[in-house]
């Protein structure tokens, strides 16, 4: 078979879930509860009747948790250490303020990277930094919100590069529109094991276990015939969270279309475990501001015959060597190859090379020079002015 993606083998932990959800809230606050990870493997393989896990069953759990940016347990340590992200998690569901649950548990998941932490055992997973969870709910909002688990086993569930990610999006297009069929591709594999295991609690992350995704069965173009749909309570969560604009007020600067899959940051590459789990778990940035800074319009330049958007350095971005930092909602509209004209150095545009994802809410586009402008002054109005100057 294949290299496929490899997943936490547990659910998402989910307070207003169903009883499997519960649980396993109850076994994360059973971590965030006690310090020691021996005090935790303790409780639980002490217990009695259906409450009692075994040793391997909460290090699995552990490592779950770890994958959804909750918690951390370096190699060799017994300190178990909540995240900042996993304490915002917490906070809403003691506030039982479901919406601030889904920002904060979408956002944790969509910094995920396939290849995991950077740990000495072997991983059995491929070696990508690509963010599973983020492509996949920008697929479902390219996709009019719903996947077929066909289309995530055999398509989607397969990619490991931006490139990948646009050729499977177009290629399930295709596969709907009947202008392809999978009778043209690989057999169905087998679904039992490790693999069915995975492709399931793939849909179980994303959809926060039952908050965000309602599953059903019914008449498929498929082999398969289950369908996973978003809420649409839920939709608009999802969409700031990768970086729409409202209808009300989208324009052609941040529209959802292929362009966001450029637009997807990828993950740096990581080290050492403490750098990993500091952006893993790193602080959710704030949903109102979020979405204000969204809805702002980029100030836009025509340059010969091509829309410019136009960067204020203090309010869009800081600048780091060949590169530009800002926060996902402010430069959810850059993509790859774009052309930028910076006000740290107005007399050239700049074309986007990379963007990756560095912490928290912050991404590094990596930026170079392109074409002089002949008259930079005739650009100068269109820069804003720093309220803090």
């Known amino acids: 078979m294949a290299a496929y993606w490899r997943v936490a083998s547990y659910g998402y932990p989910n307070p207003f879930g169903?009883?499997?959800?519960?649980?396993?809230?109850?076994?994360?606050?059973?971590?965030?509860?006690?310090?020691?990870?021996?005090?935790?493997?303790?409780?639980?393989?002490?217990?009695?009747?259906?409450?009692?896990?075994?040793?391997?069953?909460?290090?699995?759990?552990?490592?779950?948790?770890e994958e959804f940016g909750l918690l951390y347990v370096f190699s060799g340590s017994d300190k178990i250490e909540i995240t900042p992200g996993g304490r915002q998690l917490?906070?809403?569901?003691?506030?039982?303020?479901?919406?601030?649950?889904?920002?904060?548990?979408?956002?944790?998941l969509m910094r995920f990277p396939l290849q995991g932490p950077p740990r000495s055992r072997v991983t059995s997973n491929v070696a990508s930094a690509f963010p599973i969870y983020n492509f996949l709910f920008s697929a479902l909002c390219e996709l009019q919100n719903y996947v077929w688990l066909e289309e995530l086993i055999r398509v989607l569930g397969k990619v490991t590069t931006v490139d990948g990610a646009r050729a499977a999006l177009e290629q399930v297009r295709d596969l709907r529109s009947g202008a392809e069929s999978f009778d043209d591709l690989e057999p169905m594999p087998d679904l039992r094991g490790a693999y069915y295991n995975s492709m399931n609690q793939v849909l179980n992350h994303i959809g926060l276990a039952g908050l965000i995704l309602t599953s059903e069965r019914g008449?498929?173009?498929?082999?398969?015939?289950?369908?996973?749909?978003?809420?649409?309570?839920?939709?608009?969560?999802?969409?700031?969270?990768?970086?729409?604009?409202?209808?009300?007020?989208?324009?052609?600067?941040?529209?959802?279309?292929?362009?966001?899959?450029?637009?997807?940051?990828?993950?740096?590459?990581?080290?050492t475990e403490a750098a990993y789990f500091r952006y893993l778990g790193a602080a959710v940035p704030d949903m109102a501001q979020s979405r204000l800074a969204v809805e702002e319009s980029l100030p836009q330049v025509l340059f010969g015959q091509e829309n410019v958007s136009v960067l204020t350095e203090k309010i869009h971005y800081t600048v780091q060597g060949q590169s530009i930092i800002g926060e996902v909602a402010t430069l959810c509209r850059v993509s790859r190859g774009q052309r930028l004209i910076l006000s740290h150095d107005s007399d050239w545009t700049y074309k986007v090379r990379g963007k990756e994802r560095v912490e928290g809410g912050t991404v590094e586009v990596q930026i170079v020079r392109s074409k002089p402008i002949s008259n930079p002054e005739t650009i100068l109005p269109y820069f804003m002015e720093d309220p803090n100057e």
């Open 18 to 65: 169903d009883k499997n959800a519960q649980r396993s809230w109850k076994i994360f606050m059973s971590f965030v509860q006690n310090d020691s990870y021996q005090g935790v493997k303790d409780q639980w393989t002490s217990a009695s009747g259906p409450d009692r896990l075994s040793a391997h069953a909460v290090e699995s759990r552990k490592s779950s948790l």
């Open 90 to 108: 917490i906070a809403a569901a003691d506030a039982q303020q479901k919406d601030e649950f889904t920002w904060v548990g979408i956002n944790l």
């Open 219 to 271: 008449s498929s173009p498929y082999t398969l015939d289950r369908k996973d749909s978003l809420l649409s309570s839920a939709s608009e969560i999802v969409r700031l969270a990768i970086g729409e604009r409202s209808a009300a007020s989208a324009d052609d600067d941040c529209v959802i279309s292929d362009q966001f899959i450029n637009r997807m940051p990828t993950v740096p590459p990581f080290t």
